[in-house]
T-cell receptor, first 110, second 117 residues
């Protein structure tokens, strides 16, 4: 049973617009959430994280929102750039174990 | 930034053979290394957590005799797929957590594509 889900396998956005990637989870015990970015033939790289005690964390163009009651988090990228095109994984952490979503492939069109 | 390497990047083997995959932290010491498996269009699935000098902790459903993990030093962990079968074909990724760092400091290797004929 997958505890972290990314229901959109792909997303296409015009350069300069906002990209919103969504993630849902089922385990209320998760205490830390992360977003990773992955280019082909490379391992995932850490992008941004948020603790379960917060509802928003911002780092430059990237903002992660957490809605604990809905067990939902989202990653906002604004403005989107062509170099942001990659697969984005959300991950949830419980007792130092990470559970990943299946990824969303973002394509930012010039 | 911290670099994690994996070797080999790609391996093709015959059914019944064993394959060893190495995961190295190149410029930091990793007290904990994780092994993941990814099927096409699916999530990274945690297989096991290994701590230097101790036995690996396997996730439910992962056969420890099938997937042997050794974490002999603070910079090297190995995953051996024993008696590989076609259903073991997958993308295997390791990650390493740096000694003394927080939860989110986990660096991933580039992955190893295993194809079992």
């Amino acid at each position: 049973d997958q505890q972290v889900k990314q229901n959109s396998p792909s997303l296409s956005v015009q350069e300069g617009r906002i990209s919103i990637l969504n993630c849902d989870y089922t385990n209320s015990m998760f205490d830390y959430f992360l977003w990773y970015k992955k280019y082909p033939a490379e391992g995932p790289t850490f992008l941004i994280s948020i603790s379960s005690i917060k509802d928003k964390n911002e780092d430059g163009r990237f903002t992660v929102f957490l809605n604990k009651s809905a067990k939902h988090l989202s990653l906002h990228i604004v403005p989107s750039q062509p170099g942001d095109s990659a697969v984005y994984f959300c991950a949830a952490c419980n007792f130092n174990k990470f559970y990943f979503g299946s990824g969303t492939k973002l394509n930012v069109k010039p | 930034g911290a670099v994690v390497s994996q070797h080999p990047s790609r391996v093709i083997c015959k059914s019944g053979t064993s394959v060893k995959i190495e995961c190295r932290s190149l410029d930091f010491q990793a007290t904990t290394m994780f092994w993941y498996r990814q099927f096409p269009k699916q999530s990274l699935m945690l297989m096991a957590t290994s701590n230097e000098g101790s036995k690996a902790t396997y996730e439910q459903g992962v056969e420890k005799d099938k997937f042997l993990i050794n974490h002999a030093s603070l910079t090297l962990s190995t995953l051996t797929v024993t008696s590989a079968h076609p259903e073991d074909s997958s993308f295997y990724i390791c990650s390493a957590r740096e000694l003394g760092t927080s939860t989110d400091t986990q660096y991933f290797g580039p992955g190893t594509r295993l194809t079992v004929l």
